[in-house]
């Protein structure tokens, strides 16, 4: 079998994992199976004494979401992965194999509400403390960090105000201390930002966005060095958020286009946010490719494009928000991401609607601030559904 991991992103993203069988078939196949046969007593007793590598039952391993793991793997540059059920099956797979009780964990304050829940109100029952800091502030990391932190935890950039991470500077920081630094590189994907390669040690994904990109099915992966990957996979065995074989398929078949397409939807979303930033009534947009923008310059060093998502304040707050939402005609109106089709939405009221009004003014988030996931529609028709909404300030 050829060696895919020393060739360009793009053949890897077309060829890595793939294993023919005995059909010779172009495109990969589907594995919709639960469990695996074997060819004699012997057989089964070694696969079960992990003396024989191969397939035992689809909750352990799967050939389809193999593919998809080693794919995924060699656009990262990482050892090996783990496909999960979904993005949070990911970050929760990977906290229980690496924390116990005692542990401390840093995390960036911008970081997807659902995964700050999981510290706060399970992982916290459990005896893990967790400590918020800003994602831009390298000094608030370094003092929060305790002789008991294990892990830095962050995404870059942030959602939905793409604030953007110094994520060699805090790879230092955590080798330093001797913890690890996860990413969710959710946003950019490997396509735009390959966080190992900046000295992360573990990145997860909510393959639900990007990675599958039209929006069809939930998923998620961690990757990273082979012994990690090992102990991920053994709570997945134990307690069972394993990846389907065929949403595998379908992510394994979206990594294929996932350059091709984080290259379209970063023009489109620079040219979305050009135009946003010329419109009377928008009071300021959030963009890491547009100059003003606070981490431009850094964005422009860790990133190959600045991505998909923009996100703007319009004056005027929820009323003037909720006025250009209403005058949209078809950009789809919901809070998920990285989909060929335009989303828009609205995220005090939707993503950030459970936040005290106090702890959405500590985030930045306006009563006016709406959030795009540029799509890869013509952007001649982004611009002009959006006029249509901004007509109605
Ligand atoms: C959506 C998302 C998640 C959670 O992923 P699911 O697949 O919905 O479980 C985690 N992190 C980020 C940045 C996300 O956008």
Aim: with cysteine; net charge negative.
């Amino acid at each position: 079998m050829t060696n895919y991991r020393d060739k360009g992103f793009q053949t890897r993203a077309v060829r890595a994992g793939q294993r023919r069988t005995g059909e010779q078939e172009q495109s990969e196949p589907i594995f919709p199976t639960s469990s695996f046969v074997f060819d004699n007593p012997e057989q089964a007793a070694a696969r079960f004494a992990g003396e024989e590598p191969g397939n035992i039952y689809s909750r352990f391993t799967n050939p389809t979401v193999a593919l998809f793991e080693e794919r995924l793997a060699a656009l990262e540059g990482a050892e090996a992965g783990v496909g999960t059920a979904s993005g949070m099956a990911a970050i929760l797979s990977l906290m229980m194999s690496l924390l116990e009780a005692g542990d401390h964990v840093v995390c960036a304050r911008q970081v997807f509400g659902t995964t700050a829940t999981l510290f706060n109100k399970y992982l916290a029952r459990f005896g893990i403390v967790t400590d918020f800091v800003d994602l831009t502030d390298l000094d608030a990391w370094g003092a929060a960090i305790r002789p008991e932190t294990r892990m830095l935890f962050l995404e870059s950039p942030s959602n939905p105000l793409t604030e953007v991470a110094d994520i060699r500077a805090l790879a230092e920081l955590a080798r330093a201390h001797d913890c690890r630094l996860v990413v969710d590189n959710c946003f950019c994907t490997p396509a735009l930002q390959r966080p190992l390669e900046l000295g992360a040690d573990l990145v997860v994904h909510s393959a639900t966005k990007y990675l599958d990109g039209q929006g069809r099915c939930v998923g998620g992966a961690v990757v990273g060095d082979a012994a990690t990957m090992a102990e991920v996979r053994g709570f997945l065995r134990t307690a069972g958020p394993s990846m389907s074989p065929f949403n595998a398929w379908v992510f394994a078949k979206g990594l294929e286009t996932l350059g091709l397409r984080m290259e379209a939807h970063s023009r489109h979303a620079r040219a979305v946010a050009q135009w946003l930033d010329d419109q009377p009534g928008v009071e300021q947009v959030h963009y890491p490719g547009l100059p003003e923008h606070p981490q431009h310059a850094l964005a422009g060093r860790q990133q190959s494009a600045y991505g998909g998502i923009v996100s703007f304040r319009v004056a005027g707050g929820e009323a003037a928000a909720w006025r250009l939402l209403e005058g949209l005609e078809w950009l789809s109106l919901t809070a998920n991401l990285g989909d060929a089709k335009t989303t828009i939405t609205h995220p005090a009221t939707t993503t950030h609607g459970r936040l005290s009004a106090e702890q959405r003014r500590e985030a930045g988030i306006d009563a006016g601030l709406i959030r795009m996931a540029v799509g890869l529609e013509s952007v001649s028709d982004i611009l002009d559904d959006l006029g249509r909404g901004l007509e109605r300030l």
